[in-house]
Nanobody
Framework: QVQLVESGGGLVQAGGSLRLSCAASGDTRGYVMGWFRQAPGKQREFVSAISWSSVVTAYADSVKGRFTISRDNAKNTVYLQMDSLKPEDTANYYC??????????????????????WGQGTQVTVSS
C-alpha cells in the first residue's frame, strides 16, 4: 500500500517561491509521479509530471517556466519547485502516483484518471 504525504505549502507573497515535497512510503519504482492542484469551486487540474528516470517531464502551460518538478528515487520523494508565484496559483496541491513510466513512452499523463494513488494535499496561498 503506497502512501503519499505532501509538505511545504504555506502563505507567500506574489513573486515568491515555495518548494513542495511528496514523500512516498511504498512502491513508486518505475512509476510516473505527478502534481495536481485544486482551487475552491474549481476542478482538479494538472500541474506537472515526471517519469521514473526523470527523462520525461510535463508542465501545464500556466506554470511552464516558473515551476520545476524533480524526484530523488533514493529518497522516494518528488519535489515541485515553484518560483514567481502568482495569486492564481493559490490552491490545494496534490501529489499522485500514475502508471508505469514504460506505459507512456515519451509522454507523461495529464489527466487525474491516470493516477491511482493520491496524497492529502498541501495548501498554497499566494497573496497579492
Amino acid at each position: 500500500q503506497v502512501q503519499l504525504v505532501e509538505s511545504g505549502g504555506g502563505l507567500v507573497q506574489a513573486g515568491g517561491s515555495l518548494r513542495l515535497s511528496c514523500a512516498a512510503s511504498g512502491d513508486t519504482r518505475g512509476y510516473v509521479m505527478g502534481w495536481f492542484r485544486q482551487a475552491p469551486g474549481k476542478q482538479r487540474e494538472f500541474v506537472s509530471a515526471i517519469s521514473w528516470s526523470s527523462v520525461v517531464t510535463a508542465y501545464a502551460d500556466s506554470v511552464k517556466g516558473r515551476f520545476t518538478i524533480s524526484r530523488d528515487n533514493a529518497k522516494n520523494t518528488v519535489y515541485l519547485q515553484m518560483d514567481s508565484l502568482k495569486p492564481e496559483d493559490t490552491a490545494n496541491y496534490y501529489c499522485a502516483r500514475g502508471g508505469a513510466s514504460s506505459r507512456y513512452g515519451p509522454w507523461a499523463p495529464r489527466v487525474p484518471d491516470e493516477y491511482g494513488v493520491w496524497g492529502q494535499g498541501t495548501q498554497v496561498t499566494v497573496s497579492s
